[in-house]
């Protein structure tokens, strides 16, 4: 199985969708679908997928490959691309093909289409939130287990940042590693032995003076946790101010912990770079959408 790593190319999220259809569908589909079989044989459908509230489209590649999957020759007519917003009672996708097939991928397409596109969604309203401050959203390792790339695909669909994929792929270090490696000094200097294999080394903090430990032993990415409003504009300001004595400059400072979108834009005018936030997967409501049959 291909481990994916980085920024999914187009390939790779044609890949990515036949895998997680091909799980998906021998869940749903078992020894064979029974309802389906009430249908004749050979007979041919034309079908529409309709949007029933505003939403970024996300996951057409997966409802592309549940379809197909089961019937090859089926044909789709996208009338809202990927990344675009759907309003309600839109037609989004029309298709013909196997009538039995389309009914057999049905739930299948739909619960792909329904959550990325809800993740998709929600990142859309966070990043618009901040837009202008420079921040970016991001997103964690609060995903659906078997889902996660799935759903930071539907992120960066959405406007967002991905953070490391998984515990393989880069390096953040937190409170127990600290502890464990005997501080920070110490665990900075055996993370520096893995940057050629890391896509980053950052490090997280809880406090002022751990913040400037880190910085004064050349921690290049710093996540700060759980700090209120004014001791993350001390956060910022420490790190221009070291910064400005570092060859590599000052750190890239990104929030996690207790964010909501209410405080959102107060939280990315403190001049932070990045702002992690966990519910943009872990807490999402899927998008509305149905499908319906034309008449036989």
Known sequence: MKTFTGTLDATDVAELARRDVAVALAEDLGTGDLTAGLIAEGKTATARIIAREDAVL???????????????????????????????????????????????????????????????????????A?????????????????????????????????????????????????????GIPQVLA?????????????IEVETLAQLREALQHGAAMVLLDNMDLATLRQ??????????????????????????????RTLAETGVDRISIGALTKDVAATDFSMRFAAL
């Open 58 to 128: 996300c996951g057409t590649p997966w409802v592309t490959a549940a379809f197909t999957a089961l019937d090859p020759a089926v044909q789709f007519t996208w009338h809202v691309q990927e990344g675009q917003r759907c309003a309600p009672k839109q037609t989004v996708l029309e298709m013909r093909g196997d009538a039995r097939s389309l009914l057999t991928g049905e739930r299948t397409a739909l619960n792909f289409l329904q959550l990325l596109s809800a993740v998709a969604s929600k990142t859309a309203t966070y990043v618009a």
């Open 190 to 202: 055996q993370a520096a032995a893995f940057q050629d294999a890391a896509a980053f080394i950052q």
């Open 130 to 182: 901040v837009a202008g401050t420079g921040t970016q959203i991001v997103d964690t390792r609060k995903t659906l287990p078997g889902l996660r790339l799935a759903q930071k695909y539907a992120v960066r669909t959405g406007g967002g940042v991905n953070h490391r994929i998984g515990l393989y792929d880069a390096i953040l270090i937190k409170e127990n590693h600290i502890a464990a490696a005997g």
């Open 235 to 264: 956060a910022v300001a420490i790190n221009r101010e070291l910064g400005a004595t570092r060859a590599a400059g000052p750190a890239i400072l990104e929030i996690s912990g207790g964010v909501t979108l209410d405080g959102l």
